[in-house]
């Protein structure tokens, strides 16, 4: 099935069989009916489908089988699917096989006529193509009661909006199809399609979102229960509801008004066919009032989302993070956790396959008991060097944390290079969760001890005891060690650090988030401080590191006072513009790591290709952005002769294990360049040529 806007009108007939099939494939995975055992989908129509209620409500599945499962990164290309590769295409993270298209990313390979560019347009414009069905022919349902008929209805009007807006980031402008349903009989020169602008894009996606919300058929995520109190409404699982609604208008208007949309110069000369500009030609301001406007809206008005605080257990909720048995641990890492107890959980997906799982789990190959993963999901060290010190602050500024070079080689010691001797249990300094015991003959680098509790939550490294599932053992990167090169192929961190989070003692998640109540204090805190709101910036900055156990900094107000929430000494900052900028982006990039944020913030920042890490976004020892040296810990290992060093400190050596390619034009994606050689009227990005 194909969707080109140019050749469309020749291939409905096409697109309809493809989506029946589509549709087939989850009546036989999720149904007992073998009604397509017997009918071709060449011989079912529209007619056929919506005369029966089940077959209509599995249309309606097949629409939101359109949104990403964002769990499974290793994508080769299917047009079928949406899935993104925004973390192994990032600084956050490494898949090693061949076949990912986070490849083609990451060496700047990716070109407008790859397979990947086409196949993701394409799927996207499937699932509108799907909505719009669905939304002309729902009414025709007789079992359908009306109302589920208008609701649902709603639902898909607001999926095809969604669709609309993932195609705006990584696409960049957009061609709206609007409720068309395309006759195949129609020449094909009797439809033009071409790009609209930005701001047409933004207020298309927004209007439909206002008009959703003010019909207020969706379900709530919410309903009232026994004494009166809100509870999870669980009509509502996995379904689009008001406040998904709501939590990605608040995601638009935030993009909207950022630098790549807002009069990024680098595509200020892009013009469609009649001369119209696609991208604004100056920066407005006032957009970021209407970005603030909206994170301000869904919090005053959806009280009943909570940030995730837990106590001793992962299931103990406490009030706060100034609770005597609050523990920071448990509380970020359940936060990111696809569960119905998780109270800041706003928009998921019940779809959660299993490959984060295998991504994150090392190999542990020889261990009786153990799990056994691909343990490839590997960590530059760029991002291991973003994550706080356990005082919350970065790791230059903290006198006691241990900086070396692979210069410094008589620093190469294991009183120097090792924390404490085994064995040894690491505790929380201040609420005295256990991080990790030092085994004998597993000896835990001097870095990774008194580091923030995100960090603990984020990364399996060299030596760190296994306890998430089977058998607890040390998982071990070095050249011949349980899950290095060695033993187990491509199965391998190349970096030396393995990527976890999402995982949990507490077991896997249902569900793979897409919004939580995190990132809309973000946003609000992104979009106060561009509009000169110094201190409800910091107000919300200090929200999310309260929740993860380190000091909060000194704002205005009741952020003003010597300690924070939890007796800690606050950090002092200059409380300007360029200052609270940076402190919000470093807070982001570690709160909403591995949730397929990193790769659009820092496009959308326009720092993507920082020449030279300012201390912030990127490390200052790092050059090139998105781009240049990756840095790992040396997998290999193989002792060079005479060498004093051994074997496992030699491992500590920082080393080059990729070299990435980031270009400006990189910020998005091509328009694939088949929609452009049928129909010239769709533009090509800014920089992208025919390859």
């Given at each position: 099935m194909t969707y080109q806007f140019s050749k469309t009108v020749y291939h409905m007939k096409r697109i309809f069989k493809n989506i029946i099939l589509a549709l087939a494939a989850i009546i036989v995975c999720t149904s007992c009916e073998d009604y397509f055992d017997t009918i071709p989908a060449d011989n079912i129509s529209l007619d056929m489908v919506f005369s029966d209620r089940n077959l209509t409500a599995q249309w309606l599945s097949n629409v939101y089988s359109y949104l990403p499962d964002e769990t499974e990164q290793n994508y080769t290309g299917d047009d079928n699917k949406t899935n993104g590769v925004w973390t192994p295409g990032s600084i956050e993270g490494k898949l090693p096989w061949d076949h990912c298209n986070s490849n083609l990313i990451n060496s700047g390979t990716l070109y407008s006529s790859s397979g990947y560019v086409q196949s993701m347009w394409k799927a996207y414009y499937r699932g509108i193509q799907a909505a719009n069905i669905y939304m002309a022919n729902?009414?025709?349902?007789?079992?359908?009661?009306?109302?589920?008929?208008?609701r649902s209805k709603d639902e898909a009007r607001a999926l095809r909006a969604i669709f609309y807006f993932n195609l705006f980031k990584i696409y960049g402008p957009f061609v709206i199809v609007g409720d068309e349903i395309f006759d195949p009989e129609i020449p094909n020169n009797s439809i033009s399609f071409t790009r609209s602008s930005v701001d047409e894009c933004v207020k298309y996606i927004v209007d439909e979102f206002d008009t959703l919300l003010a019909a207020g058929h969706l379900f709530s995520f919410f309903w009232q229960g026994s004494g009166g109190v809100n509870e999870f409404n669980p009509n509502s699982k996995g379904n689009i509801t008001k406040e998904t609604v709501e939590a990605i208008r608040s995601q638009v208007l935030l993009y909207a008004a950022s630098y790549l949309f807002n009069g990024d110069p680098f595509y200020k000369n892009l013009q469609d066919h009649t001369g119209k500009y696609l991208f604004p030609q100056n920066r407005d301001p006032l957009k970021w009032e209407k970005a603030r406007n909206a994170a301000k809206h869904f919090m005053d008005n959806n009280p009943d989302f909570r940030l995730v605080y837990r106590g001793k257990t992962y299931d103990a909720r406490v009030e706060s993070p100034a609770s005597p048995n609050y523990q920071a641990f448990n509380s970020v890492s359940e936060a990111a956790i696809g569960r119905e107890m998780n109270e800041e959980m706003i928009f998921f997906s019940t779809r959660n396959g299993n490959n984060l799982y295998y991504y994150m789990t090392p190999k542990h190959a020889g261990i009786q008991g153990a799990s056994s993963g691909g343990g490839a999901l590997s960590v530059p060290l760029q991002m291991v060097d973003l994550y706080f010190t356990n005082k919350g602050i970065r790791i230059e500024d903290d006198p006691a944390y241990f900086n070396y070079?692979?210069?410094?080689?008589?620093?190469?010691?294991?009183?120097?290079?090792?924390?404490?001797?085994?064995?040894?249990?690491?505790?929380?300094p201040v609420d005295g969760y256990i991080y990790f015991t030092v085994g004998t003959g597993y000896p835990i680098m001097k870095q990774f001890f008194?580091?923030?509790?995100?960090?603990?939550?984020?990364?399996?490294?060299?030596?760190?005891?296994?306890?998430i599932s089977g058998a607890a053992c040390y998982s071990d990167f070095s050249l011949n060690g349980n899950s290095g090169r060695a033993k187990n192929g491509h199965d391998y961190p190349k970096s030396g650090v393995l990527a976890r989070k999402k995982l949990s003692k507490n077991g896997q998640g249902q569900f793979n988030i897409f919004i939580r109540l995190s990132e809309i204090y973000l946003n609000y805190a992104e979009a106060s401080n561009e509009c000169g709101d110094i201190g409800e910036a910091i107000k919300y900055v200090n929200k999310i590191r309260s929740r993860a156990g380190i000091p909060e900094y000194k704002g205005y107000g009741d952020d003003a006072t010597p300690l924070d929430i939890r007796g800690m000494q606050r950090i002092e900052i200059p409380l300007d513009y360029e200052h609270v900028t940076n402190v919000i982006r470093r807070e982001r990039l570690i709160e909403l790591a591995y949730e397929n944020h990193h790769y659009f913030d820092v496009r959308r920042w326009g720092v993507a290709g920082m020449p030279q890490g300012d201390?912030?976004?990127?490390?200052?020892?790092?050059?090139?952005?998105?781009?240049?040296?990756?840095?790992?810990?040396d997998v290999?290992?193989?002792?060079?002769?005479?060498?004093?060093?051994?074997?496992?400190?030699?491992?500590?050596?920082?080393?080059?294990?990729?070299?990435?390619?980031?270009?400006?034009?990189?910020?998005?994606?091509?328009?694939?360049?088949?929609?452009?050689?049928?129909?010239?009227?769709?533009?090509?990005?800014?920089?992208?040529?025919?390859?």
């Open positions: 729902v009414d025709r349902c007789p079992d359908m009661k009306v109302p589920e008929k208008i070079t692979n210069a410094d080689e008589e620093l190469f010691t294991s009183t120097n290079m090792y924390g404490r001797p085994a064995p040894q249990i690491y505790t929380d008194n580091r923030e509790p995100r960090f603990y939550a984020a990364f399996t490294f060299q030596n760190r005891l296994w306890d201390g912030w976004v990127y490390p200052s020892w790092h050059a090139g952005g998105e781009g240049g040296n990756m840095k790992g810990f290999e290992i193989n002792m060079p002769p005479g060498s004093t060093l051994p074997g496992s400190l030699q491992f500590y050596k920082r080393v080059d294990w990729e070299t990435r390619i980031y270009t400006e034009r990189m910020k998005l994606f091509p328009i694939p360049q088949n929609e452009i050689n049928i129909n010239p009227a769709i533009v090509q990005n800014t920089g992208w040529g025919i390859k």
